[in-house]
T-cell receptor, first 114, second 109 residues
Framework: GAGVSQSPSNKVTEKGKDVELRCDPI?????LYWYRQSLGQGLEFLIY????????KSGLPSDRFSAERTGGSVSTLTIQRTQQEDSAVYLC????????????FGPGTRLTVT | QKEVEQDPGPLSVPEGAIVSLNCTYS??????FMWYRQYSRKGPELLMY????GNKEDGRFTAQVDKSSKYISLFIRDSQPSDSATYLC?????????FGKGTMLLVSP
C-alpha cells in the first residue's frame, strides 16, 4: 500500500517568510510524528499527534513552530518568520496505534532558508 | 551526556565483511530498541526492533541488546554495497523515540 507522503520535497524560502509543510500518513494510522534532521544531527522530535488527544508539543523549538492535524489524517507543520537555522530536512512518520514504536517515515521535506 | 550516543563514522568495509554498529544509552526507562536504515536523501526505514535483552536475527541482520550495560548493536553479515547507508539506532519510551545521530556505513565492492 501507499506509504507516508510529504510535500513539497524541497522548499527554498527567504528569511522571514512563513512556510507550510504537508504530511499524508499511511491510511488508518492513528499516530503521526514530526521530526527535524539537521546536517550531522540525529532526528529531533518536534510534535506527536495521537487520535483525538491533545498533541505532545514538547519538542517544538520555539513558538514560531506549530502543527495541526485535520480529520485525524493529514498534518501541516507551519514555521513562521523562518530563520536560517530552520534549514533542515523535516520528516513525518506515522504508526498504527498508540504505544506502537514502529514508525514509518516519509521521504522528508528539505527546507532551505536563504 | 546525551541520552543516546552513536559513533557517526564513516565506517568503511569491503564487501563480504561483518559489520558491527553500536549505540549506548543512559536512560534505563527505554523499553524498545530499534534500528533504522537511511539512504541518502530518503526517509529512515525500519530495519529491526526488539524490547528485551538478547539477540534477534532477520536474514543477514542481527540486533543485540544488553540492558545491563545500556548497549545495543546491529550486526550485518556478508555486507553488500547496497548496505551503504546511514544506520540510526532509536530507543522507545511511551510513544516516542529518541534517536542516535547515525553511523554512516560504506561497503566497497
Amino acid at each position: 500500500g501507499a506509504g507516508v507522503s510529504q510535500s513539497p520535497s524541497n522548499k527554498v524560502t527567504e528569511k522571514g517568510k512563513d512556510v507550510e509543510l504537508r504530511c499524508d500518513p499511511i491510511s488508518g494510522h492513528t499516530a503521526l510524528y514530526w521530526y527535524r534532521q539537521s546536517l550531522g544531527q540525529g532526528l529531533e522530535f518536534l510534535i506527536y499527534f495521537q487520535g483525538n488527544s491533545a498533541p505532545d508539543k514538547s519538542g517544538l523549538p520555539s513558538d514560531r513552530f506549530s502543527a495541526e492535524r485535520t480529520g485525524g489524517s493529514v498534518s501541516t507543520l507551519t514555521i513562521q518568520r523562518t530563520q536560517q537555522e530552520d534549514s533542515a530536512v523535516y520528516l513525518c512518520a506515522s504508526s498504527a496505534r498508540q504505544g506502537s514504536y514502529e514508525q514509518y517515515f516519509g521521504p522528508g521535506t528539505r527546507l532551505t532558508v536563504t | 551526556q546525551k541520552e543516546v550516543e552513536q559513533d557517526p563514522g564513516p565506517l568503511s568495509v569491503p564487501e563480504g565483511a561483518i559489520v558491527s554498529l553500536n549505540c549506548t544509552y543512559s536512560n534505563s526507562a527505554f523499553q524498545y530498541f530499534m534500528w533504522y536504515r537511511q539512504y541518502s536523501r530518503k526517509g529512515p526505514e525500519l530495519l529491526m526492533y526488539t524490547y528485551s535483552s538478547g539477540n534477534k536475527e532477520d536474514g543477514r541482520f542481527t540486533a543485540q541488546v544488553d540492558k545491563s550495560s545500556k548497549y545495543i548493536s546491529l550486526f550485518i553479515r556478508d555486507s553488500q554495497p547496497s548496505d551503504s547507508a546511514t544506520y540510526l539506532c532509536a530507543m522507545g519510551r511511551y510513544s516516542t523515540l529518541t534517536f542516535g545521530k547515525g553511523t554512516m556505513l560504506l561497503v566497497s565492492p
